[in-house]
T-cell receptor, first 110, second 112 residues
Framework: QQQVKQSPQSLIVQKGGIPIINCAYE??????FPWYQQFPGKGPALLIAIRPDVSEKKEGRFTISFNKSAKQFSLHIMDSQPGDSATYFC?????????FGKGTLLTVNP | NAGVTQTPKFQVLKTGQSMTLQCAQDMNHEYMSWYRQDPGMGLRLIHYSVGAGITDQGEVPNGYNVSRSTTEDFPLRLLSAAPSQTSVYFCASSYHGDQPQHFGDGTRLSIL
């Protein structure tokens, strides 16, 4: 049973574009929703996170939008740069561990 | 402050061999966990620990053992390696389960 569904699997945008990655979850008890960024050969690194009592959170060029009633959340990257090319994972937490989506490979072309 | 350190970075095993993947953190985090990452599957939790002496199973625990004798260390043991365990293994730590998790750079394991 996949509790966190992430789409799309891959995404290609031009520099300056606004890629959007979407996630949907099933368990309404999840109480923490982080996004991780992973570069090849490295471990995932926390990018930004949100809790369900907030509808939007912005940190620099990265924004999470959260829709509690729809059980969906999304990551927007403003003014995307080639250096943002990486794999992005959404996740949801219930207590002791994280449940991850399957990841989105983002390519930002110059 | 090294963060989360995993050793070895790469390992090749033969089916049936055993080995231990090491994980150490120097941030005094209580929570530590092991994930495996397979292509198209995201990261899946193997085992986790909420403190020294306490461990529990995650989503895919079969074939793996863990122990937590100190706050700093959380080794993962493969008792009898199988080709299905070929993967990249990540260790992570955090103050609490719903706080930002810090990941190591992984151990790339191939089982022939």
């Amino acid at each position: 049973q996949q509790q966190v569904k992430q789409s799309p699997q891959s995404l290609i945008v031009q520099k300056g574009g606004i890629p959007i990655i979407n996630c949907a979850y099933e368990n309404t008890a999840f109480d923490y929703f982080p996004w991780y960024q992973q570069f090849p050969g490295k471990g995932p690194a926390l990018l930004i996170a949100i809790r369900p009592d907030v509808s939007e959170k912005k940190e620099g060029r990265f924004t999470i939008s959260f829709n509690k009633s729809a059980k969906q959340f999304s990551l927007h990257i403003m003014d995307s740069q080639p250096g943002d090319s990486a794999t992005y994972f959404c996740a949801a937490s219930l207590g002791s561990w994280l449940t991850f989506g399957k990841g989105t490979l983002l390519t930002v072309n110059p | 402050n090294a963060g989360v350190t995993q050793t070895p970075k790469f390992q090749v095993l033969k089916t049936g061999q055993s080995m231990t993947l090491q994980c150490a953190q120097d941030m005094n985090h209580e929570y530590m966990s092991w994930y495996r990452q397979d292509p198209g599957m995201g990261l899946r939790l193997i085992h986790y620990s909420v403190g020294a002496g306490i461990t529990d199973q995650g989503e895919v625990p079969n074939g793996y053992n863990v122990s937590r004798s100190t706050t700093e260390d959380f080794p993962l043991r493969l008792l009898s390696a199988a080709p299905s365990q070929t993967s990249v293994y990540f260790c992570a730590s955090s103050y609490h389960g719903d706080q930002p998790q810090h990941f190591g750079d992984g151990t790339r394991l191939s089982i022939l």
